[in-house]
């Protein structure tokens, strides 16, 4: 299967510029229309080395606003979009939850009625988070019911039902994949890896929520980005992939990785409030993926210090972020959390 012009939204963020520079280097025979509202989040020098290649362009849009995607789908002959665009950071959910619900999921129902007015594929990129927290062993399954703890999850569930719900009721060629903890370069530091690395990496204090035994699958988004190409192209149709190792670890245990791979002190660790409705463990059974031959690169370990080492490596990338908009967040977020915890 091949796909002449695709629309990537959300493609200046992290994991959307990542897929785009991976799909840009095994798709030669691909367009590429990036549709981004550029927030925060969404940062144009992601892809500064691509802008010049004929074959890649950018239309600045919101995915709320239908006529601008359809004319983007329009003027630029799209036979597939692949939407990377939301809200996507939980804290942010709970301070200001209402973004969250128009773009994640107003949003995504513009796109699918645009796909359906033009009779376009659309694969959406959902999160482990839908299926809420994880008791015991058990690891999710994409038959599971989906069980939302925060606004941003409950957001997230949202979409991917109306996705589902234009394939039964439509017959739209939709694919869902429900990625793990992704880590890796361009990550924006409001997440927990770049701001531990970038903080350990400044001196300043790593503020772990609660006691910091919380699981996740911190995965490669190198691995997201082959595992959505997997579905794209050898999955079934109205179908749900879960993309990520499939081995999670303790909060505590990333935190040990990122500091011993900057070889920065253990003193630096603050246990601060936690979370409200802090999700205690997510894992997923990724057998599904598997079984249209993908498998990840990377382990978890080697994940989060390759991800560690890119931060190291790239302090142009992050210091203009850290010390621009991004202090207010983080006074509002952390100020008050960290008053007092020093050792
Ligand atoms: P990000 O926050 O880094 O980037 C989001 C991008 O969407 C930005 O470029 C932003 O400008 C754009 N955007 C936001 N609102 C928009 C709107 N209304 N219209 C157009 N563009 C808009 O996000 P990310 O971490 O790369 O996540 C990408 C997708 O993957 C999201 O759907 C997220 O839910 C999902 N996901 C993320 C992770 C993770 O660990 N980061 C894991 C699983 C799934
Ligand atoms: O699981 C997939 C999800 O992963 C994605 O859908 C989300 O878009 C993405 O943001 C991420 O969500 P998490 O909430 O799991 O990731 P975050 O990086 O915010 O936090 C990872 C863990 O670290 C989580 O248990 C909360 C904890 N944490 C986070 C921050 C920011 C801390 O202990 N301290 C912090 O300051």
Same mark, same amino acid.
């Given at each position: 299967m091949t796909f002449n012009n695709l629309l990537v939204t959300g493609g200046c963020g992290f994991i959307g510029s990542n897929f785009v520079r991976y799909w840009m280097a095994h798709h030669p025979e691909s367009h590429i229309v990036v549709y981004d509202?550029?927030?925060?989040? #969404?940062?144009?020098?992601?892809?500064a080395d691509l802008w010049e290649d004929s074959r890649l362009s950018l239309v600045v849009g919101d995915i709320t606003d239908l006529d601008a995607v359809r004319r983007a789908c329009q003027e630029h002959q799209i036979d597939l979009i692949v939407n990377f665009a939301a809200e996507t950071h939980v804290d942010q959910s709970i301070l200001g939850p209402l973004v969250f619900t128009d773009t994640n999921v107003r949003g995504t129902h513009v796109l699918l009625e645009v796909a359906r007015e033009l009779g376009l594929r659309l694969h959406h990129i959902s999160t482990d988070e839908v299926y809420g927290h994880i008791r015991d062993d058990h690891q999710s399954v994409e038959t599971d019911e989906l069980a939302p703890r925060s606004p941003y999850a409950a957001s997230k569930a949202a979409a991917d039902q109306l996705v589902q719900a234009y394939a039964i009721t439509y017959d739209l060629p939709v694919t869902i994949t429900r990625g793990a903890n992704n880590v890796g370069p361009y990550q924006y530091p409001e997440k927990a890896v770049p701001l531990f690395s970038t903080n350990a990496i400044l001196g300043e204090a790593i503020p772990v929520y609660g006691d910091g035994l919380q699981m996740r699958d911190y995965a490669h988004v190198y691995d997201h980005c082959t595992g959505i190409e997997a579905v794209l192209l050898r999955g079934e149709i109205g179908e749900v992939y879960n993309v990520g190792t499939g081995r999670e670890m303790t909060n505590l245990e990333m935190v040990d990785i990122v500091l011993e791979t900057l070889s920065k002190?253990?003193?630096?660790v603050r246990h601060v409030t936690d979370r409200? #409705?802090?999700?205690?463990r997510y894992s997923m059974n990724v057998d599904k993926l598997r079984a249209l031959g993908w498998q990840p690169r990377y382990d978890p370990k080697e994940a989060v210090a390759e991800a560690a080492r890119w931060y190291a490596d790239n302090r142009s990338w992050w210091e203009p972020i850290r010390s621009g908009e991004f202090r207010e967040y983080y006074e509002r977020q952390y100020a008050e959390r960290l008053a007092g915890t020093a050792q």
């Amino acid at each position: 299967m091949t796909f002449n012009n695709l629309l990537v939204t959300g493609g200046c963020g992290f994991i959307g510029s990542n897929f785009v520079r991976y799909w840009m280097a095994h798709h030669p025979e691909s367009h590429i229309v990036v549709y981004d509202k550029l927030t925060y989040a #969404g940062r144009q020098e992601n892809l500064a080395d691509l802008w010049e290649d004929s074959r890649l362009s950018l239309v600045v849009g919101d995915i709320t606003d239908l006529d601008a995607v359809r004319r983007a789908c329009q003027e630029h002959q799209i036979d597939l979009i692949v939407n990377f665009a939301a809200e996507t950071h939980v804290d942010q959910s709970i301070l200001g939850p209402l973004v969250f619900t128009d773009t994640n999921v107003r949003g995504t129902h513009v796109l699918l009625e645009v796909a359906r007015e033009l009779g376009l594929r659309l694969h959406h990129i959902s999160t482990d988070e839908v299926y809420g927290h994880i008791r015991d062993d058990h690891q999710s399954v994409e038959t599971d019911e989906l069980a939302p703890r925060s606004p941003y999850a409950a957001s997230k569930a949202a979409a991917d039902q109306l996705v589902q719900a234009y394939a039964i009721t439509y017959d739209l060629p939709v694919t869902i994949t429900r990625g793990a903890n992704n880590v890796g370069p361009y990550q924006y530091p409001e997440k927990a890896v770049p701001l531990f690395s970038t903080n350990a990496i400044l001196g300043e204090a790593i503020p772990v929520y609660g006691d910091g035994l919380q699981m996740r699958d911190y995965a490669h988004v190198y691995d997201h980005c082959t595992g959505i190409e997997a579905v794209l192209l050898r999955g079934e149709i109205g179908e749900v992939y879960n993309v990520g190792t499939g081995r999670e670890m303790t909060n505590l245990e990333m935190v040990d990785i990122v500091l011993e791979t900057l070889s920065k002190s253990h003193d630096l660790v603050r246990h601060v409030t936690d979370r409200a #409705g802090h999700d205690r463990r997510y894992s997923m059974n990724v057998d599904k993926l598997r079984a249209l031959g993908w498998q990840p690169r990377y382990d978890p370990k080697e994940a989060v210090a390759e991800a560690a080492r890119w931060y190291a490596d790239n302090r142009s990338w992050w210091e203009p972020i850290r010390s621009g908009e991004f202090r207010e967040y983080y006074e509002r977020q952390y100020a008050e959390r960290l008053a007092g915890t020093a050792q």
